[in-house]
């Protein structure tokens, strides 16, 4: 496990999966992030590549050739390797390096890096195309939150709000594939959490720009920033036999979505995917500031 910390945070992120664990408020001696108990969600804050959600019938083409892949992809289960550590940064990479030619056609090299400043924690993501062709992948994030935060308080105490940017669209998913709900929504959208919110799996919208998740009791609370995402996930783990969810709340800034129902099943023209050109890279980053 490595640890990056200043006068605000103390942040834990393991090399498997370069998942962040913990999150430490020193000043007030609480933890921001999910435990990853198994017996709900044995994940903290996994990254999702190359694909996002679920495929179809979990299979998908590239030039006329099949390949399998489970949902959410093989990303989170490597183990990285430290790159670059200091106080208040750590990088980690990774380089396919044929590792997973019988799933994924295309080699790469993939950094994560984590930044403290002040109250906030900067994720990013560098993919790297190392083939002689375009490259065609997703990427996602998946950071789970305690909820409710703070002793004495319910998920009713806590208010969700998302903010727009651009035409907001919402899908639903059916048997974990998408299709669109509504469009041209106005925000900012502030869905009541409850129980039964989740009971049909994820709450997913496109330009979303940020999101708030405030108690109603504390000042304690989530932001997450993520402009220039093209679609974001809600999520928390229903159980059908007790009708409540786990204690944490998934807030998923994603470059890329599930299959849609209507699918061809080629890559390369899979709604979200992202087309990278020989030899370059792909950037992007989101901010979580911790209150």
Not at 77 to 87: I, N
Not at 92 to 106: D, E, V
Request: aromatic residues 12%; contains cysteine; hydrophobic residues 35%.
């Amino acid at each position: 496990m490595q640890v990056i910390e200043n006068e605000h945070l103390k942040v834990s992120i393991s090399p498997e999966g370069a998942e962040l664990r913990e999150v430490w408020s020193k000043q007030e001696e609480l933890q921001y992030m999910w435990e990853g108990d198994p017996a709900y969600w044995g994940r903290v804050s996994p990254v999702l590549f190359p694909i996002v959600g679920r495929l179809k019938d979990d299979r998908y083409f590239v030039d006329g050739k099949e390949y399998a892949m489970n949902q959410h992809g093989f990303l989170r289960d490597v183990t990285f390797e430290l790159y670059e550590h200091r106080a208040d940064h750590v990088s980690f990479s990774f380089s396919s390096n044929g590792k997973f030619t019988a799933q994924y056609p295309y080699e790469f090299q993939a950094t994560i890096s984590y930044t403290l400043k002040e109250d906030s924690l900067s994720v990013s993501w560098k993919i790297i195309n190392e083939n002689e062709e375009s490259m065609y992948f997703s990427i996602g994030g998946h950071p789970a939150f305690q909820v409710p935060l703070l002793e004495g308080e319910t998920l009713a105490d806590y208010r969700l709000e998302l903010i727009g940017d651009g035409n907001v669209t919402q899908f639903e998913l059916e048997n974990a594939l998408i299709h669109v709900k509504e469009s041209n929504l106005e925000t900012p959208i502030t869905p009541v959490l409850s129980d039964n919110l989740f009971k049909n799996d994820a709450l997913i919208y496109s330009n979303i720009k940020q999101v708030k998740l405030q108690s109603t009791k504390s000042d304690k609370g989530i932001q997450v920033d993520c402009a220039g995402f093209p679609y974001l996930g809600i999520w928390s783990k229903y159980n059908g036999e007790t009708g409540k969810i786990a204690p944490f709340l998934c807030i998923e800034p994603w470059h890329g979505i599930a299959d849609m129902h209507d699918t061809t099943g080629d890559l390369k023209e899979k709604s979200g995917i992202n087309q990278l050109p020989a030899g370059e890279a792909f950037e992007s980053t989101y901010e979580i500031t911790f209150k």
